[in-house]
């Protein structure tokens, strides 16, 4: 049973190798430059959808406030008129803006937390890109330099080597 186990481990072995010599890596590289390139789109629209939840969150904020002001204002109008009904009322609707300030200032500071992390691994992916996208222009110069000497070497023909050496041959016989 071993050494079945042994054998489909080595056939596996032999055909993974031969997948992979036939697969082009710059095929490869490529296809992980777009994938990362999708990625990183992805990643720079959350990043938009974030900074948007934040100047609404904001704008939340600066109205609570100065809907809270207007309160204060009106609190001591009622004190004043010794109108206590129409204080519980404010009051009321003071804590409610209060809370709902509290809440909108929590939620930023998480969205704002979750920003940072966002542009920390955006900044990661984009230096990763440039890595890949350098990796791959390496490796298709090097490929087009193999091409190019690959075509050099398959330009001469089999009568030009016949005629060099029959002129190096006439240069050393007359030497």
Do not use: W
Request: aromatic fraction near 4%; glycine fraction near 0%.
């Amino acid at each position: 049973m071993a050494l079945i186990t042994r054998l489909s481990r080595l056939f596996q072995a032999d055909f993974h190798a031969v997948l992979d010599s036939i697969e082009e890596p710059d095929i490869q590289l490529r296809q992980a430059v777009r994938e990362m390139e999708f990625d990183l789109q992805q990643d720079e629209q959350n990043l938009s959808l974030l900074q948007h939840e934040t100047e609404q969150l904001s704008m939340s904020i600066d109205e609570s406030g100065s809907k809270l002001t207007a309160f204060d204002e009106e609190l001591d109008i009622c004190f004043t008129a010794k109108k206590d009904d129409l204080a519980r009322d404010l009051i009321r609707r003071k804590l409610e803006a209060e809370a709902a300030r509290n809440n909108a200032e929590k939620s930023l500071q998480k969205i704002t937390a979750r920003s940072e992390k966002l542009r920390h691994r955006i900044d990661q992916h984009r230096q990763q890109l440039d890595n890949m996208r350098q990796k791959l222009d390496l490796l298709v110069d090097d490929h087009n330099d193999r091409n190019f000497h690959d075509a050099a070497y398959s330009t001469i023909r089999n009568e030009d080597i016949e005629i060099a050496f029959l002129r190096e041959k006439q240069q050393r016989s007359t030497s």
